[in-house]
């Protein structure tokens, strides 16, 4: 009987349009091989091309002849070895902070740092467009939840004014928001969290190594570093490794360090991952980082210009994230797969990922596509968003 529910869940799922499948994808350059069809590849979070620079696969290989392939424990037993210590100081070295602590991934990071700092009797304020790592973060933790309108700050000021009390709160935002692009205001909401006595974190998945001076994140862009308790950030996207970190305080790094589950329950990252997210935290910051960062605004700036001048109705933006709103769930998938069968793969997106009758295709541009593979890429979204009646 419980099978067969779970059958009939499953058939609920597939007959709303909301059904999911894993696809094997043979690289993260911009050409592919998607189940045996080439295609261009604009649904990656690879911004920089650094998932298969040179540099950090040499450091990879490095790391795995002179430390081997696994930490075998967590960092509190006997899995904390120098090149853990060694990103974070390159890390806190970067981002402007005291020191940094690292978790093994974006998830891990938002659940586990969230429901380590926040309890019962403390209030979590919370953009609505969050991450779901962070919703979930904060359902872990006990806290009382108060979600607010998307990047409406003054929606968030009343409600920091009606929120009161002896806990802890804690103001979470994306810095980008992975499923539009846009910033948070943050100076708005560092000014909040000030005069409220909120510790404000942010987190910078899909702006470290994109925006601010050397690639630092939303946090140096919108110009208040020092002014954010915590910053968490990961290198699965433009940092082209894999991770998580929060460059924070030694406070808070000690009381992450004592109360963090995904933390302590974890067996730390291996020396591999360590040393290629190393490499791409000094690669960043170099000449060749900045250069990689103008090529990915410029190839950003081409994508979305294109689409406008076409008729979508793109939003300006300053970030490698071009959505397509189609609304519905079903036409979203189809206009996925006619573009998949033109060589271009663009998956969409669809609730829960994003609210009810907002599915889009999510496109994301690298520093590594061509001008003429944009160009490629937008006449086949033309082209099909006419042929469905989308455009």
Known sequence: MSLQLL?????????????????????????????????LLFCSNN???????????????DAALQYGTSSAASRLVSGNQPLHELLETKLAAWKGTETALLFNSGYAANTGIIAALAGRGDIIFSDRLNHASIIDGALLSGSRLIRYPHNDTLALARLLEQHQGDGLRLIVTDGVFSMDGDIAPLQEIADLAEQHTALLMVDDAHAGGVLGQQGRG????????????????????????????????????DYLINR????????????????????AVDLVQT???????????????????????????VPDGSTPIVPILIGD????TRFS???????????????????????????????SHSPDQIQQAAAAIIRIGRELGVL
């Not at 799922?13 to 999911?20: A, K, N, P, Q």
């Not at 911004?47 to 290989?61: D, I, K, S, T, V």
């Not at 769930?329 to 979203?332: G, H, I, P």
């Open 7 to 39: 059958s009939q869940r499953l058939e609920k799922i597939r007959h709303d349009g909301l059904y999911r499948s894993l696809r094997s994808v043979d690289r993260t350059t911009p050409q592919v091989l998607v189940e045996d069809r080439q295609a």
């Open 329 to 332: 769930a079903a036409t979203t």
């Open 47 to 61: 911004y920089l091309g650094l998932a298969e620079h040179p540099a950090l696969a040499q450091a990879a290989a």
């Open 260 to 279: 963090s589950r995904s933390l302590i329950f974890s067996t730390s990252l291996p020396p591999t991952v360590l040393a290629a997210s190393a490499a």
């Open 337 to 367: 797969t006619r573009l998949l069968e033109e060589g271009i793969f663009v998956q969409g997106i669809r609730p829960p990922t994003v609210p009810k009758g907002t599915s889009r295709l999510r496109c994301t541009v690298m520093a």
């Open 218 to 253: 939303s946090v140096d862009f919108c110009g208040v570093a020092g002014r954010v308790a915590i910053q968490m950030g990961t290198f699965g996207k433009a940092l082209g490794s894999f991770g998580a970190y929060a460059a924070c305080s030694r406070l808070v790094r």
């Open 287 to 313: 000449e060749e980082g900045q250069q990689l960062r103008q090529r990915l605004a410029d190839n950003s700036n081409l994508l979305r210009s294109l689409l406008q001048q076409a008729g979508y109705k």
